[in-house]
């Protein structure tokens, strides 16, 4: 039941960075309005399970990954937007 929390959770942070994607990046949105939220909501749900599982086993604390998951996926999904904006520039 955890995973399904975690992943509501990572659902919801993956919405709200394809919203700030759009005030960042007014008029910059090469795969448009849907396709800035599906990405950003996958980023987060693979990186949130990613920190889910391979922060402990890489032997840190708790605390660790509750911080990696408070912010990786955010910004990581943020990064992918980037990316996606600088590759269809060139």
């Known amino acids: 039941m955890t995973i399904f929390y975690l992943v509501l959770a990572m ?3 993956g919405l709200i960075v394809g919203w700030v994607a759009g005030l960042i990046w007014k008029d ?3 795969i448009g ?3 800035d939220f599906v990405v950003a909501v996958i980023a987060a ?5 990613m920190d889910w599982y391979v922060i402990p086993a890489m032997g ?3 605390m660790m990954r509750n911080l990696g998951l408070a912010t990786e996926p955010g910004l990581g999904a943020l ?8 590759a269809k520039k060139q």
């Open 11 to 13: 659902i919801v942070v």
């Open 28 to 30: 910059n949105r090469p």
């Open 33 to 35: 309005v849907q396709g």
């Open 45 to 49: 749900i693979a990186i949130g399970l």
């Open 60 to 62: 840190f604390s708790p």
């Open 79 to 86: 990064a992918v937007l980037w990316l996606i904006r600088v």
